[in-house]
């Protein structure tokens, strides 16, 4: 390979990369258009809430990466439960856009699902209610079981 074609090679590989940071900056930023859509529905219907709630003695492998549930939905004035708006990539292997390799995407899943596991526990052993809602890609669904979650609740 000569080395103009091997600076345009990288030169390519550069904006690529550059493009999937900014898609996962956004995500950050705004969160997955699941939490979007839940962000949205507790604005519309006036229901108190917190994102990215965390917890000072739940952390995975460091004391420095926090764990983060969705929202903590506040009821009833002081109580209060945490929601997940669990992505398919809960449930099987995902590659966000096929840029890993099967080795990382398999090594994401089972990160994930030790965080999930973690959050679990953690809720049980504190005796917090923790809601887990499958955000499958249909927004009606999603408001729905969101409807149903939110009605449990304020009774």
Do not use: A
């Not at 009833?76 to 997940?84: G, K, N, P, R, S």
């Amino acid at each position: 390979m000569s080395f103009t074609n091997y600076l345009n090679k990288m030169n390519n590989h550069k904006i690529e990369m550059n493009s999937k940071l900014e898609f996962w900056r956004k995500i950050k930023e705004h969160g997955s258009k699941g939490e979007q859509i839940t962000r949205n529905f507790l604005r519309k219907y006036n229901i108190n809430f917190k994102e990215q709630k965390s917890f000072n003695d739940l952390y995975y492998k460091n004391k420095e990466h926090l764990l983060r549930f969705d929202f903590q939905i506040f009821y009833h004035d002081t109580e209060w439960i945490l929601l997940e708006i669990d992505g398919l990539q809960h449930f099987k292997p995902s590659s966000f856009g096929g840029h890993l390799t099967e080795q990382e995407i398999q090594k994401n899943f089972e990160e994930g699902q030790e965080r999930d596991n973690l959050k679990n526990e953690y809720c049980q052993n504190h005796n917090i209610v923790l809601e887990r809602i499958v955000w499958d890609g249909n927004k009606n669904k999603l408001i729905k079981n969101l409807t149903i979650m939110i009605r449990k609740y304020k009774k």
